[in-house]
Nanobody, 127 residues
Framework: HVQLVESGGGLVQAGGSLRLSCAAS????????MGWFRQAPGKEREFVAA????????SYSDSVKGRFTISRDNAKNTVYLQMISLKPEDTAVYYC????????????????????WGQGTQVTVSS
């Protein structure tokens, strides 16, 4: 079993930055493919970014590409989401997710296969 705890959310003005963290425990972190997803009120959960367990491959949604960066520190069992140039439409609850991967360079952009999820952290961007 994997436990995930997100942190780093908050209220920021448009154009500002935040860094989200997701700390994992309970399983060998270095074999976990990780993803960030978000859900705004009245909308479905959507993919934001994903990273392979090697850290060598990443994927981003078109809406955040160039503004968000996903990274991981396997020594700290933590994955990060650095967000810059934030927009009001980035307002949502952000969730991290994990899945044991066989391939070191696999990334998943679909939320369905992820069995492990954090509780979410709220990001609010004011205009």
């Amino acid at each position: 079993h994997v436990q995930l705890v997100e942190s780093g959310g908050g209220l920021v003005q448009a154009g500002g930055s935040l860094r989200l963290s997701c700390a994992a425990s309970g399983r060998t972190f270095s074999r976990l493919g990780m993803g960030w997803f978000r859900q705004a009120p009245g909308k479905e959960r959507e993919f934001v970014a994903a990273i392979s367990w090697s850290g060598g491959r990443t994927s981003y949604s078109d809406s955040v590409k160039g503004r968000f960066t996903i990274s991981r520190d396997n020594a700290k069992n933590t994955v990060y989401l650095q967000m810059i140039s934030l927009k009001p439409e980035d307002t949502a609850v952000y969730y991290c997710a994990a899945k044991i991967m066989i391939s070191s360079d696999s990334v998943l952009t679909d939320p369905s296969p992820y069995p492990y999820w954090g509780q979410g952290t709220q990001v609010t961007v004011s205009s």
